[in-house]
Nanobody, 121 residues
Framework: QVQLAESGGGLVQAGGSLRLSCAASGNIFSINDMGWYRQVPGKQRELVATITDGSSTDYVDSVKGRFTISRDNAKKTVYLQMNSLKPEDTALYYC???????????????WGQGTQVTVSS
């Protein structure tokens, strides 16, 4: 069994900061890519940031320079530091982890439960 536990969402004023965390637990052999999506009701889910097992990162253009993704491999945790938040960042944020379980010859993607980020103007 593998679980992802997200935390860190909330309500913040425009210009403020939040830090999201997503911790994986369970029977895990190795973790590969990790990342964050966000979704607003009525809109398509958007890939916000990714980080590879080599710590290469990528961001959607709208958050470049404001958001930073990082990971702690020992803690099996991925973070999303969000600064200079804007009302248009308001969304439900989901983490994902691509991992391999012991004895498996392939990777699966696991998802967090989602954490709401609301930015007021």
């Amino acid at each position: 069994q593998v679980q992802l536990a997200e935390s860190g969402g909330g309500l913040v004023q425009a210009g403020g900061s939040l830090r999201l965390s997503c911790a994986a637990s369970g029977n895990i052999f190795s973790i590969n890519d990790m990342g964050w999506y966000r979704q607003v009701p009525g809109k398509q889910r958007e890939l916000v940031a990714t980080i590879t097992d080599g710590s290469s990162t990528d961001y959607v253009d709208s958050v470049k320079g404001r958001f930073t993704i990082s990971r702690d491999n020992a803690k099996k945790t991925v973070y999303l530091q969000m600064n200079s938040l804007k009302p248009e960042d308001t969304a439900l944020y989901y983490c994902y982890v691509d991992l391999q379980r012991p004895g498996w010859g392939y990777r699966n993607r696991y998802w967090g439960q989602g954490t709401q980020v609301t930015v007021s103007s």
